[in-house]
């Protein structure tokens, strides 16, 4: 017995102390770690939000002009109500435009003068017509086309592609051509996204009739990439005439309930996801690009 307590239970008093010291050491160093990786991160999330704050403030950005100015290009965009409306097959709907002449004397015009007041080349963008705005949006090209096409006319559409490289201060004229029986079409709400030349991408409300051009905000690439390839006003589209039992349709609804109602969901949830891309922005969580990159 006197063995054990003058000689083992020392040791195992010393090797317990050693560890628990060492353990107390160790979460003391940890806690300091991570107390500097914080700080770390706060003064690296200040500098992003400054750096942003730069970027943001060069962003590109049209403004209406109401003097007489020179321009080099010109955009044509052309309005057609929806009419007739019948969907065909999942997000697929077409309209009955067969029995309008789209003659020269069909056409009222409203010309608007636009400027890119950034300080940022638009490398690409296009425009776009509000959700719910009832109107289709088409391109000249597209309305000649359809004189000799069967199949692929009447379609829903909602974007025009804008110019490519539209520069710091350059002026481009936007016609904007809708029937002359209906008035109020010159007033639609349009939207524009941006890629600027450093691939970030923004969203300004362009035109609405409240104010001529609201200021640009950064959005995320996703965002872009929703609207522009992946058709999100028209599947919200499709969703609402689909729930509307007076339009149209010539398919089984029934195949086609459970892939809208996924897409749909799909869709908000990266509506979530572009939300907090852009909180991120804000909070110097992300950094903006501020230079070409090259391969």
Not at 30 to 57: F, G, P, R
Not at 122 to 147: C, H, M, P, T
Not at 244 to 249: E, G, L, P, R, S
């Amino acid at each position: 017995m006197d063995i054990i307590f003058y000689v083992v239970v020392p040791i195992i008093t010393s090797v317990l102390g050693g560890l628990i010291g060492g353990l107390f050491t160790f979460l003391g160093v940890k806690l300091t770690i991570k107390h500097d990786d914080m700080v770390n991160k706060k003064l690296e999330q200040e500098k992003n939000q400054e750096k942003n704050k730069k970027i943001i403030a060069s962003r590109p950005e049209f403004s209406i002009v109401h003097d007489q100015v020179s321009v080099e290009r010109e955009m044509e965009l052309f309005l057609l109500p929806y009419f007739n409306p019948k969907l065909t097959a999942l997000n697929t709907i077409y309209f009955d435009y067969d029995s309008l002449d789209f003659e020269d004397d069909f056409w009222s015009c409203k010309t608007i003068i636009l400027v890119n007041k950034g300080k940022k080349t638009i490398k690409a963008g296009f425009l776009q017509l509000d959700y719910k705005s009832n109107v289709n949006i088409y391109s000249r090209y597209e309305l000649i086309s359809w004189r000799t096409s069967l199949v692929n006319r009447n379609y829903y559409s909602d974007i025009l592609g804008l110019p490519a490289y539209i520069h710091p201060n350059e002026y481009i004229a936007l016609k904007i051509y809708y029937p002359k029986n209906i008035k109020d079409l010159y007033e639609i709400n349009l939207n524009c996204y941006m890629i600027d030349e450093f691939e970030n991408y923004w969203k300004q409300e362009l035109i609405n009739k409240e104010v001529d051009c609201n200021i640009s905000y950064c959005v995320s690439p996703d965002e872009y990439i929703m609207h522009y390839r992946d058709n999100y006003y028209g599947w919200l589209t499709f969703d609402r005439m689909y729930h509307d039992k007076k339009i149209k349709k010539c398919f089984n609804p029934a195949k086609i309930e459970d892939t809208l109602s996924k897409t749909l969901q799909t869709f908000r949830s990266r509506e979530n996801k572009n939300s907090r891309f852009i909180n991120s922005i804000y909070n110097g969580e992300q950094l903006l690009k501020s230079q070409v990159i090259v391969f």
